[in-house]
């Protein structure tokens, strides 16, 4: 009986490094999904990741950007410098950023997993490596994955294939998901893993009502799952429940992981909210939303230009201008480095993503960069003019920095650049 690797193009089993063999990998895949044992199913689909993950970063000529630490980068860091350098598109990165949660439940017995998650994590992990085989601009660039250009939901269950094609394809657009007869309750209900990146999709496109549907349908069936908590927790605060939302979110547990990280990002705007919110207790809620994001920031190694920009403008509103100098200083050095080294790649991508280029210009204005802020912001709004939401947001937080700095004279011209009449 032929093993399923032999759809493969033979130059994707040929895959190796010194210590590993793709084939290899593959094959024990195959045998632990046919056996129904999740673990190592699992465990093997994060091992390819991983793998795939280092070599597209030395492919690509990528050194995962310094941390405080000495530790080893973790696979988390990799993927984000190579979504942040436009080698993983964004969708990709998502998928596979679930599976490597997936595999750190595992490594570190964080919840129970069953046969379903792993057939996710198999899903999630053939679309990893079709970018990798295919997609990725310093990777093989095969024209299939398959032999004889097999189509890649053959191998996948239907059910799941269907729901991938959805989060990859402009037919998302055209789904309504609190109408059942669209897409079966059972292809998304699975597990959680691919559920949750449905919510995300669904949330960046505004459809807040079918984001909550389809959250309300999986926490019943999973009201454990962490990443399905974050995004209702998310939903919560941006429903202005932050009481609720404070509450959810606080009850997760720390996990040493990457997903900490969030969890803190989110409470630290829940208490942002509460400190506009509530005048009289402004002062409490913004410590706790300083703690939040300090912790964070600090949890990821001091690499999450996020947590780390609002880290630096709470210190700022709280007194502590030294520490919100330390970290813009920081992210500045950053994200300056990164648009560069775009600039001098290959690629056609020339600048930063919109959000990164709006905490570089925060972080230049942070200290005092007027001009480099305002050009920073300048290039923001030429590159991104259809996002004039985020672009408000970066004027109000604007206006409450140059007010702590005392600098309430620049607000009008940060004004023309950032919200032109």
């Known amino acids: 009986?032929?093993?399923?690797?032999?759809?493969?193009?033979?130059?994707?089993?040929?895959?190796?490094?010194?210590?590993?063999?793709?084939?290899?990998?593959?094959?024990?895949?195959?045998?632990?999904?046919?056996?129904?044992?999740?673990?190592?199913t699992i465990l093997h689909c994060t091992r390819i990741l991983e793998v795939l993950t280092r070599d597209a970063l030395t492919r690509a000529g990528l050194?995962?950007?310094?941390?405080?630490?000495?530790?080893?980068?973790?696979?988390?860091?990799?993927?984000r410098q190579l979504r942040e350098y436009e080698r993983m598109p964004s969708q990709t990165y998502r998928l596979l950023d679930r599976l490597r949660a997936l595999g750190n439940s595992v490594r570190h017995v964080l919840d129970r997993v069953t046969m379903d998650d792993a057939e996710h994590g198999y899903a999630?992990?053939?679309?990893?490596?079709?970018?990798?085989?295919?997609?990725?601009?310093?990777?093989?660039?095969?024209?299939?994955?398959?032999?004889?250009?097999?189509?890649?939901?053959?191998?996948?269950?239907?059910?799941?294939?269907?729901?991938?094609?959805?989060?990859e394809s402009n037919d998302l657009a055209a789904v309504d998901f609190l109408d059942h007869d669209a897409l079966s309750r059972r292809s998304f209900l699975l597990s959680p893993v691919l559920t949750a990146v449905l919510v995300e999709v669904l949330l960046d496109a505004n459809r807040t009502a079918e984001s909550q549907g389809v959250l309300t349908d999986a926490l019943e069936r999973f009201p454990l799952d962490i990443r399905l908590r974050q995004l209702q927790g998310l939903l919560h605060s941006r429903a202005g429940r932050l009481d609720e939302a404070c509450a959810l979110l606080k009850s997760i547990?720390?996990?040493?992981s990457a997903a900490d990280e969030e969890t803190h990002g989110i409470l630290g705007g829940i208490y942002k909210r509460r400190s506009v919110a509530n005048p009289e207790q402004s002062l409490q809620w913004l410590r706790a939303c300083r703690d939040h994001y300090d912790h964070g920031w600090n949890r990821s190694r001091e690499t999450n230009v996020y947590l780390g920009i609002n880290a630096a403008a709470t210190a700022l509103w709280l007194g502590n201008p030294e520490r919100t100098t330390t970290i813009a200083a920081s992210i500045r050095d950053r994200l300056s480095l990164r648009?560069?080294?775009?600039r001098s790649s290959a690629g056609d991508i020339a600048y930063l993503h919109c959000w990164d280029?709006?905490?570089?210009?925060?972080?230049?204005?942070?200290?005092?960069?007027?001009?480099?802020?305002?050009?920073?912001?300048?290039?923001?709004?030429?590159?991104?003019?259809?996002?004039?939401q985020a672009l408000q947001v970066a004027f109000t937080q604007v206006v409450k920095n140059l007010n702590v700095l005392n600098r309430a004279d620049l607000i009008e011209s940060f004004r023309q650049v950032l919200i032109p009449e």
């Open 63 to 79: 050194a995962v950007s310094p941390n405080t630490t000495n530790e080893a980068p973790r696979l988390v860091d990799m993927m």
């Open 253 to 256: 547990e720390g996990t040493d």
């Open 339 to 342: 648009r560069e080294k775009l």
């Open 124 to 167: 999630i992990i053939l679309h990893g490596l079709h970018w990798y085989f295919c997609l990725f601009p310093d990777g093989p660039k095969l024209n299939s994955l398959c032999v004889h250009d097999r189509p890649l939901d053959q191998l996948l269950p239907l059910e799941i294939a269907r729901l991938l094609h959805l989060l």
């Open 357 to 388: 280029q709006l905490t570089l210009a925060e972080a230049h204005l942070l200290l005092g960069e007027w001009d480099a802020s305002r050009n920073a912001y300048d290039e923001a709004c030429e590159h991104f003019p259809m996002k004039k």
């Open 1 to 40: 009986m032929p093993e399923f690797t032999d759809v493969f193009d033979p130059s994707v089993t040929a895959f190796q490094t010194h210590v590993f063999h793709l084939l290899e990998d593959l094959l024990a895949l195959g045998q632990h999904r046919k056996e129904q044992a999740p673990v190592a």
